[in-house]
């Protein structure tokens, strides 16, 4: 059977990604050793986070000397005040966010 042009189907393809503008943040500095430190481990209650941050927690305890870790179990929406919570409880942050 031959197609004809006007038995031709046109497609028009959306892409549902919205256009966003993403703010660029520099890094915090980092610090220069953990001895003495305040840690924070923060966990979002995504599948497994807490595993990654437990074997980081004995990690840094065989390393560093009178290291403090401090655990944040948050749940998905952290919202400002928590942020502000461990930002000024924690000399640092380490973060297990994904799935």
Do not use: Y
């Not at 046109?10 to 256009?19: C, D, G, R, S």
């Not at 520099?26 to 050793?33: E, S, V």
């Amino acid at each position: 059977m031959e197609t004809k042009s006007q038995d031709l189907i046109q497609w028009e393809v959306l892409n549902p990604v919205a256009i966003t503008e993403n703010a660029l943040h520099m890094g915090a500095p980092r610090l220069p050793d953990l001895n003495r430190r305040k840690i924070g481990l923060f966990w979002n209650g995504k599948p497994d986070g807490n595993v990654l941050l437990d074997a980081i927690s004995k990690l840094l305890r065989q390393q560093f000397n009178d290291i403090d870790l401090i655990n944040f179990n948050l749940r998905i929406s952290v919202g400002t005040e928590n942020i502000k919570l461990m930002a000024e409880s924690c000399d640092g942050i380490i973060a297990a966010i994904g799935d």
